[in-house]
């Protein structure tokens, strides 16, 4: 983390506090079947490999639980975006180069089940925040440069 507070919508908040609560969940369940450090514990290899997969999993899970912890313990719940700037938490209306008009939302965690998201640090999010209507935007694409036109600028969703 940057070492400050990060502002953070209140549906992300949410979302990494659920996020949070099903990791500890799912450790709880991975940790209640691992043995310990018994070395002398009987079982053959398989048994012993099936134990050291679990304790890979739950060391996976303590990193993104310590992750998830600090992203919450450093962020602020921001306020409802502007109007007149992009923001996190923003619903823009972008005319791309090619004529064709879109509209997304702005946040900051990816959600697959949102299909007009971009995440404020893709190159494009990262080329609409704090533009207004009528500023030209330049963000790079896997094809190479694009270019589009902020037309409007709303809430969030």
């Known amino acids: 983390m940057t070492g ?9 908040h949410r979302a990494l506090e659920r996020e ?3 990791l500890r ?5 991975y940790a209640v079947t691992l043995r310990g450090n018994d070395a ?9 490999a099936d134990e050291l997969q679990r304790a890979t999993e739950v060391a996976r899970l303590d990193t993104r639980i310590a992750d998830v912890t600090e992203r919450l313990h450093d962020a602020t719940v921001s ?8 923001g996190v938490g923003s619903t823009v209306t972008v005319r791309f180069a090619d004529g064709t008009t879109d509209t997304v939302h702005i946040g900051e965690l990816a959600d ?15 080329g609409l ?3 207004r209507a009528g500023d030209a935007v330049a963000y790079d694409t896997p094809e190479g440069p694009g270019t ?8 969030g969703a």
């Open 79 to 86: 306020v409802s975006p502007r109007s007149d700037v992009v």
């Open 4 to 12: 400050g507070s990060e502002p953070l919508s209140p549906d992300a």
């Open 25 to 29: 969940d799912e450790r709880r369940s």
């Open 148 to 155: 589009a036109a902020v037309v409007s600028i709303g809430a």
């Open 129 to 131: 925040l704090g533009r």
């Open 112 to 126: 697959d089940r949102d299909e007009e998201l971009v995440t404020a640090d893709s190159p494009l999010g990262r």
């Open 20 to 22: 949070l609560s099903d």
């Open 40 to 48: 002398d514990a009987p079982g053959d290899s398989a048994d012993q």
